[in-house]
């Protein structure tokens, strides 16, 4: 896998708006189920490829690929209850951040976000890489 360490402004603003969106959808749209339990999952996975991007060219492909990866191995130590192991208490950040329930909507969500950010990738490639400019 060719990677190449980049510095990338745009992404890395898209990165912060995501995360804002992420902590209003867990801090004032907890209440809103649908959501809080879904919409948030489906968003963190595309929060990680902005992450990546924002110091990182690589290939998209793979990027996406590895986030999904990376997303069910969060998932399934959440069922080993990595977080508590660790020594985190609940209600800590870290204990949020980790998770801690395991559960196959989640993974389902990971991967909807993944392909959404696929259809994405493919369908504007240009866009994409005016982004990496």
């Not at 896998?1 to 902590?23: G, P, R």
């Not at 996406?64 to 208490?89: D, H, M, N, P, W």
């Amino acid at each position: 896998m060719e990677m190449k360490l980049q510095f990338n402004l745009k992404y890395l603003l898209l990165t912060i708006f995501l995360l804002l969106v992420e902590v209003l959808i867990a801090t004032k749209l907890a209440d809103v189920f649908f959501v809080r339990a879904y919409l948030g999952d489906v968003i963190v996975v595309m929060l990680l490829y902005t992450f990546v991007k924002s110091f990182v060219k690589m290939n998209n492909e793979k990027l996406i690929l590895g986030i999904f990866i990376f997303s069910c191995l969060v998932e399934f130590a959440q069922y080993f209850t990595i977080a508590e192991k660790l020594g985190f208490r609940p209600g800590s950040l870290m204990y949020i951040v980790i998770g801690n329930s395991f559960s196959w909507v989640d993974i389902l969500c990971y991967a909807a976000g993944c392909l959404l950010l696929f259809l994405f990738v493919k369908a504007n490639p240009k866009k994409t890489e005016e982004l990496s400019l």
